[in-house]
């Protein structure tokens, strides 16, 4: 380590250090491609990730191969590293998978994509400006990382509100349960910090992605919405709406649509979502729709006609492309930059490699699962951390980092105590993998069966009602 940092350090100017990094990451390549000692691949990739974050020190901007540091101020807050050579993870808005078996490294990805790690201090802040404990979500970094969120504290300290978006792409009937982790988050921060919230069901871009029709799409959002109102979202305070059904009907929303579009080139989209020339153009310009509702104006029946609301983004770090591109843009045409906080990502039983997929059933626990598949699930195919024999685990202990079930708890488990006893009695041996999945399996049970009961509550009149565009309860 030593030696890295006198790398790093001994760098004079941008362009000297820029060149150490095209050299290391030069490094990087050839050992994979040798096939090298993970060891010491690990210890080149160590120095890289070092490199890069002195060279956002020094410069202010993400390091980008093939771009020398006096070109690199065009899309500061760009910070996707457009060489990817160097990191293992792929994360981008289709696709999650690493090698790791504890899942993506994501202190890597805090500084790839030039975000901020959501530390002590900002937990802390937020329950002192919020007056509530923080969910267990922030209290165990499953929200990691966010950008701006101190500037949202200190505006909303002196009286000045915010709004929150989030939003879902319904690309099936079927949602499972890490769909509703940036829903059960953002409920908790419309309730704690009280302010209006919109989610976009993004239909029209499951159509431009996937093998569906119009009217599937449109009802998949509808059938979703179902199950995003029975997180126990106020009608008040809450607009959910279809692309489909809005953009139309929405001057307002079409106009910011298009003013992203004025200022967004194909060359910066390729670059950010990796389109290609035989992509539709539906694609290319569909980013600018995802955009569009961190603009307050994009809904005068909610905020009148103002243009400046801050504007916070609960979403799974993979949404993150989306959102550096609305920074980019947003100054240039006049609004404020929206504030993020980024969700890890909720694993799939087989484990942390990937995330949860809708189209695989075994590979995920669904909202309309019975308690016997959630037993069945659980037992048969959530990863295990622990020994293959009993004296084995007995002697030598599980490991839960790795361990699926364990993972699960972290999530859905409130009490802070029990949660670290199972680790500790997991770790030890004490705790048999079948004594483990039980007791995740009783966590599940009732959660789900409630969030069935509160989905049958759901009537089409209530459904009809949240996506009815209508002033929210609230003045700012
Ligand atoms: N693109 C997202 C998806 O496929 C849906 C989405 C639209 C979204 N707007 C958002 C997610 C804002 C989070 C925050 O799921």
Redesign the pocket.
Known sequence: MTDCQADGEGARSPMELYEKLNAQGEKVRSLKTAKAEKAEIDAAVQLLLKLKVDYKQMTGNDYKAGCPPSENVVMSDNGLAADGADDEDTVD?WNVATSNAKGVDYDKLIVRFGSSKIDQELVDRIEKVSGQKPHRFLRRGIFFSHRDMHQVLDAYEKNKSFYL?????P?SEAMHVG?LI?FIFTKWLQDVFDIPLV????DD??YLWKDLTLEECHRFAVENAKDIIACGFDVNKTFIFSDLDYMGSSPEFYRNVVKVQKHVTFNQVKGIFGFTDSDCIGKISFPAI?AA?SFSNSFPQIFGGKKDIQCL????ID?DP??RMTRDVAPRIGYPKPALLHSTFFPALQGAQTKMSASDANSSIFLTDTPKQIKNKVNKHAFSGGKDTVEEHRKYGGNADVDVSFMYLTFFLEDDEQLEKIKQDYTSGALLTGELKKILIETLQPMIAQHQERRKQVTDEMVQQFMTPRPLNFHF
């Open positions: 808005p978006y989030t939003g879902r792409g690309s769909h940036p989610i976009q069901l993004t871009e499951k995802q509702p983004i609960p979403c799974a949404q989306y959102f």
